[in-house]
């Protein structure tokens, strides 16, 4: 095979990358080392070769603060020898590069313990067929154009009366290219873009002031919201939280605003991870079947939504993705597993090594101020603080801050306090899902109202 030079990779900076010859690049280094391993005595390998371009810029105070232009490419295989494993990667994707990465895994694996779960996933689970999910948006990177979004969108903050600082805002583009080619003959190829653009703002002065932000993030460029909208939406998020204070502590019911709600769905899809079934660290070991939420509640993968955020069609194993209900009708219906995790369980591959796939929690019928009319007096949570989580036992308490809220009505902001249960006694406790729902990230759901939570104040 012929040599792939670094500067080979067409992806200059301003330029659009030619998609197919960047990945039949791509697709040739995988061969390379697949092949190489092959000589070398490995019984089976898999490998991943990738190519990034991104371009990014941040600003502070109308001044422009960094201007990053980045253009990286690697490839890491896995090789087997017996049940052996050995791994290595390399950031160069020259001829004589690949070679020495794939000697390395060669000599790692004769010295690492057989492993029976070790392998390639079942050539039968391999994807067969590859759509196109409409995640490929590329457009020349403008160090000028991006620079002008930046400032603007913090101008359009800071122009916001009661606005006193910046943290600062961002703008970026970055596109990525992957080749997954194992020895059983499998190649697949995927492709994505994505555009972002934040700002953070400071309003009030000494020990009154407070902070916030928002963002935008998409796969197409044409999709993002004005940078304006973003820069004023930071603005009133910052605002809305001046005066804010403790509140007794108490047991009430808790709003999860959309942007805090999906972490409670991510603590779930980590408790119900294969890494964590086998290894025996997680309070929900041995649940699928279970009630963990009540009836009316739907979580879905659904890995073929198009432009969304992690749409695939195959994992990073190449087993196929497919739709599936994860949570139906309140009762979890099994595990976010890989091929490795799988073998250890005496399961099969879910399609998940690598991650889920657009999970969506299915909305329910009321808004977000309809469920402040719901909650009557609680708590809203807009912004969540700390790592207090245990997935070995379920034990939740983060420090929070929000707004409380009195007879539907939001009375004022609220900070400094913390929330706190058990994991498994809030999926039960959930009386609520918004119609709200926050398609920015693979986690898509609306506002989640919590029925009882220990909320610690003053």
């Avoid at 970055?174 to 697949?188: H, P, Q």
């Avoid at 994505?194 to 916030?212: F, H, P």
């Avoid at 196929?320 to 009708?329: G, K, Q, V, Y």
């Amino acid at each position: 095979m012929n040599d792939v030079p670094k500067n080979d990779f067409n992806m200059v900076a301003q330029a659009v990358p030619d998609r197919d010859q960047e990945l039949a690049a791509l697709e040739d280094a995988a061969g390379q080392a697949l092949e190489h391993a092959r000589s070398l005595g490995a019984d089976s390998a898999e490998v991943s070769a990738n190519a990034h371009q991104g371009l990014d810029v941040s600003v502070r105070k109308g001044e422009v603060e960094t201007l990053e232009f980045s253009l990286d490419h690697g490839l890491a295989i896995s090789v087997y020898i017996g049940n052996s494993k050995g791994h290595s990667s390399s950031g160069d994707l020259r001829s004589d590069s690949i070679r020495v990465c794939v000697e390395k895994a060669i000599d790692i694996a004769r010295f690492t313990q057989a492993d029976k779960c070790n392998g390639l996933a079942p050539v039968d689970r391999l994807a067969r067929e590859f759509p196109d999910f409409d995640l490929w948006h590329p457009r020349a990177l403008d160090a000028d154009l991006t620079m002008e979004r930046a400032l603007a969108c913090e101008a359009a903050g800071l122009g916001m009366e009661g606005i006193s600082n910046s943290d600062g805002a961002s703008a970026s583009a970055n596109f990525g290219l992957n080749v997954y080619a194992n020895s059983t003959g499998f190649c697949g190829r995927r492709d994505g873009t994505r555009y972002d653009q934040s700002c953070v703002l400071i309003a009030g002065e000494g020990d009154t002031m407070q902070r916030d932000y928002w963002y935008d993030s998409r796969r197409a460029f044409d999709d993002l919201e004005d940078v304006e909208i973003t820069g004023r939406e930071a603005a009133r998020r910052t605002l809305r939280r001046l005066g804010a204070r403790q509140v007794p502590t108490c047991e009430v019911p808790v709003l999860f605003a959309p942007e805090t709600a999906s972490g409670i769905v991510r603590h779930l899809v980590a408790a119900i991870s294969g890494s964590a079934l086998y290894r025996n660290s997680t309070f929900l070991k041995d649940a699928a079947g279970r009630q963990l939420f009540p009836e009316w509640v739907q979580i879905s993968e659904r890995p073929h939504i198009p432009r969304a955020p992690s749409s695939a069609a195959f994992d990073a194993e190449g087993v196929a993705t497919s739709d599936r209900e994860l949570i139906d009708n309140g009762v979890l219906t099994g595990y976010v597993l890989g091929s490795y995790s799988a073998r250890r369980l005496g399961l099969e591959s879910t399609g998940n090594a690598g991650g889920v796939h657009n999970l969506v929690v299915q909305p329910g019928r009321y808004s977000a101020p309809e469920l402040l009319r719901v909650m009557g007096t609680g708590l809203l949570v807009t912004e969540l603080m700390g790592q207090g989580v245990s997935i070995v036992t379920g034990d939740y308490s983060r420090g929070a801050a929000g707004f409380w809220v009195e007879n539907g009505e939001i009375q004022y902001p609220v900070d400094e306090v913390t929330v706190a249960g058990n994991l498994r006694d809030m999926f039960l406790a959930v009386e609520a899902v918004g119609s709200d729902v926050d398609d920015r990230t693979s986690i898509q759901t609306g506002s989640i109202l919590v029925g009882k939570m220990t909320v610690a104040g003053s």
